[in-house]
């Protein structure tokens, strides 16, 4: 009998990303089923051009993203699938290379950041991302390693914030 044990790459969930047409109507349906405050700021990001509603739930960061572009990341993940959903799962992991690294050894390839333009592990806002190409059940996976705060300091200065 084989036991299931955690992968020693993977911290936790750092967040959880769905594919929404509106992002404040998807809003108005958390904040009136779940309980999640209706002023939630929702933020535009230029480079990435997505409109996304962060919140937290069960100690899991949501991300509701709507694209800002008819031809955009989720609006043509939507039209892919003729629904809206869980686009992508982040997960924070101790040591991006090796989560990357192991991924790769059991077949993984990976997917350009359609924000930055590149395959890899790359500096984000809150850490070092990168995507797989593959995906677990038509759920995309992308790997965090989350600044410490002595490189969220540095990276900030190096982004003039």
Avoid at 9 to 14: A, D, E, G
Avoid at 41 to 50: E, Q, T, V, W
Avoid at 73 to 101: M, P, T
Avoid at 135 to 150: C, K, L, S, W
Wanted: proline share 4%.
């Amino acid at each position: 009998m084989s036991t299931v044990s955690d992968n020693p790459n993977v911290k936790s969930i750092k967040h959880m990303a769905f594919a929404v047409r509106d992002a404040q109507a998807a809003l108005s349906s958390y904040a009136k089923y779940l309980h999640v405050p209706a002023d939630t700021k929702i933020i535009d990001y230029p480079k990435s051009r997505n409109r996304v509603a962060l919140f937290n739930l069960g100690g899991i960061e949501y991300q509701l993203c709507q694209s800002m572009d008819a031809d955009g990341r989720f609006a043509s993940w939507i039209k892919q699938r003729n629904a809206e959903g869980l686009h992508h799962i982040c997960y924070e992991v101790d040591n991006i290379e090796q989560a990357l690294d192991h991924a790769k050894s059991q077949g993984a390839e990976l997917r350009i950041c359609k924000a930055c333009g590149v395959y890899g592990s790359h500096p984000h806002p809150e850490g070092h991302v990168a995507f797989l190409d593959n995906d677990a059940g038509g759920i995309e996976i992308e790997f965090m390693q989350v600044y410490t705060p002595e490189e969220l300091k540095k990276y900030e200065e190096f982004q003039g914030i």
